[in-house]
């Protein structure tokens, strides 16, 4: 990875200049599409900040999300707490949640991490729904709020735009260029004097922390709130996908895999609903195969090699 | 209290086969498999459907199904896993890959088995109740318990005295020292990873004659199997069985006292306490 430069800063804060416009000219449908890609760009790209360097494979992004969607409506319909306000506690829960996972996990190695977080959505929707089921008694929650899909849009870009620079400070630091040593050899990195565990556990809080107040952001756009719904594991995978599909070394990567993931995504949606499983399969080995460091990594090898040619 | 003993020890002598499958795979062959659950909800489709469509008995699809999982598993080791063994530098790298490349396996799987059958694979062999030790529990789950146990016994005899069981506990321990006694790698990790998918497609053949399966449960089954195989220590049979019983009586309990709904909660709690206290596996040294 190499370190963040401005220019590229100025480029990204042009492309999000550019956003915050679109609500202005698309409505409805494309709205929506744009609020779904706007959700995969912040969650996106907090993964790969820090899955990317370290190539520790977080599935834990649908627990963080629906963390966040489920407190914050049990705040508001439960206990009459003002929107904000919620939006305001629900990411620290969050970020409690990554750090427990982090020092139960990530001291030892990468594979206990990415199964500890394989079943953790499923294994809290089971926990959530049998708290409701026998002490809370109310079956459902509801988020009723004036925020439209437009709003929800700006508030996501915000978050996406706080994730990006975040993560370009995270690189220019000693910590960014710790996770570096970490991704390349953990063993040479300890050998340094790099306190691994710690610099993991950080990263991976950031993530928990943007995944709870990604998730709620958009429970307004749910207004009903149920745990089968916002605790879907499948929103975990859709995360790693658009992050690999990009390419995780960089960290504009995520942001060259949405676009077209979203629109194929809704596309196989509408079409083909039956086959959506199938076509998440389908691209997972995609990128195994023929897209090991993403578009970005093929578009740099590429670039590469036409260099060479001319010199 | 009798009752939950008998039951969960019912139950875990599937989930130990199912391990022991796991442990093949992740063990000798280094792959992590995330489509391992998925192989065994295969496994109870193909009963379902036999069982429904030409009215086979269940344990004659067992025989059928498990050298069709064996071929099928040796063949996805060797097209789309050995070019990622080959292509890493070390195994963080595999592991890494590994994972992608199952996970989009899985799903495939999913995809596939969701247009057979979308919903419950539900049908009633055998389920009739037995008295055993003064608790009732249906004949399918000790047929299955039976079946289990003569698998694993035989399994753990091939393994402790054939030559080639030999050869795959030696690349369990060091592919890199087995390679240099003789021993066949590539071609020992894709027996192991075969056999392992096929035992496994056996155990998911047994679970379906007592539990209702659908298309997109595999995944708490990998869970269940890999935590199973960390409590047991990677590599080592004895653990992996004792690990089952573990969870199967816990999960017993938790299903009769509190509520069915938390085994997999349950599951988690056994995982957190095996990685905070012992994470390398119930008999495993520490290393050093």
């Known amino acids: ?311 | 209290m009798l009752d939950i003993v008998i039951s969960g020890l019912l139950l875990s002598g599937t989930y130990a086969l199912v391990a022991l499958g796991l442990n093949l795979q992740y063990g000798v062959s280094r792959i992590m498999n995330l489509a391992n659950g998925e192989m065994l909800v295969l496994g109870a489709l193909a009963a379902f459907w036999m069982f429904t469509v030409g009215k086979l008995n269940p344990y004659l699809t067992m025989v059928l199904a498990a050298p069709l999982a064996f071929v099928g598993n040796w063949l996805i080791y060797r097209f789309l896993l050995r070019p990622l063994v080959s292509r890493s530098k070390n195994q963080g790298q595999l592991e890494v890959d590994s994972i992608l490349a199952t996970f989009g396996m899985s799903f495939i799987l999913i995809g596939i088995m969701i247009s057979i059958e979308g919903g419950f694979f539900a049908y009633k062999y055998l389920s009739i109740p037995i008295e055993i030790l003064g608790t009732k529990a249906s004949l399918s789950r000790i047929v299955a318990f039976a079946v289990a146990c003569c698998i694993g016994l035989a399994l753990y005899l091939w393994l402790n005295r054939s030559r080639t069981g030999m050869a795959v506990r030696a690349v369990a321990v060091s592919p890199q020292s087995a390679l240099l006694v003789g021993i066949n790698v590539p071609k020992i990790s894709a027996l192991a990873f075969a056999l392992g998918g096929a035992i496994t497609a056996v155990g998911g053949v047994l679970i379906s004659t007592f539990i209702t399966l659908d298309a997109s449960i595999g995944v708490i089954f990998t869970m269940k199997a890999l935590i199973i195989v960390i409590m047991g220590g990677v590599g080592d049979t004895r653990g992996v069985i004792i690990a089952a019983v573990i969870l199967g009586l816990v999960e017993t309990t938790v299903a009769t006292l509190i509520d069915p709904g938390l085994t997999l909660a349950a599951a988690y709690l056994i995982f957190l306490a095996i990685l905070l206290f012992r994470p390398q596996g119930l008999f495993g040294r520490k290393p050093t």
């Open chain 1, 1 to 311: 990875m190499i370190r963040g430069s401005f220019t590229e800063l100025l480029i990204i804060a042009l492309l999000a200049a550019f956003a915050a416009t679109v609500p202005l000219i698309a409505n409805g449908y494309w709205l929506s599409v744009c609020v779904t890609g706007m959700m995969y760009i912040a969650l996106a790209t907090s993964w790969s900040m820090f899955s990317g360097p370290t190539h520790y494979i977080s599935l834990a992004t649908a627990a963080f999300f629906g963390l966040g969607g489920y407190l914050l409506a049990t705040g508001m319909s439960d206990y009459q707490q003002p929107f904000w306000l919620m939006l305001a506690i629900v990411p620290f829960t969050g970020a409690v949640l990554a750090a427990l996972i982090g020092l139960a996990t990530l001291r030892l190695s990468g594979v206990y991490f990415v199964i500890f977080t394989l079943g953790l959505a499923e294994m809290i929707r089971n926990l959530v729904s049998w708290i409701q089921n026998n002490f809370l008694g109310s079956r459902g929650l509801y988020v009723l709020t004036d925020y439209t899909e437009k709003h929800i849009y700006w508030m996501l870009l915000a978050v996406a735009a706080t994730v990006y620079m975040l993560g370009w400070l995270i690189n220019r630091s000693r910590l960014g260029f710790s996770l570096r040593i970490i991704g390349g050899d953990e063993t040479v990195a300890r050998h340094v004097g790099i306190n691994t565990a710690t610099a993991k556990v950080i990263l991976f809080i950031t993530t928990g922390f943007f995944g709870a107040l990604v998730g709620g952001i958009l429970a307004p756009r749910y207004s009903y709130i149920e745990p089968n719904q916002v605790f879907s594991p499948q929103l975990s995978f859709l995360v790693v996908i658009v992050a690999l599909l990009g390419g995780s070394g960089r960290l504009w990567g995520p942001l060259v895999g949405v676009i077209p993931f979203t629109i194929l995504w809704e596309l196989v949606q509408t079409y083909f609903p039956n086959q959506t499983t199938l076509f998440l399969g389908v691209v997972f080995l995609v990128i195994v195969y023929f897209l090991p460091h993403g578009v970005v990594g093929r578009l740099e090898q590429i670039l590469k090699q036409v260099r060479k040619r001319r010199s």
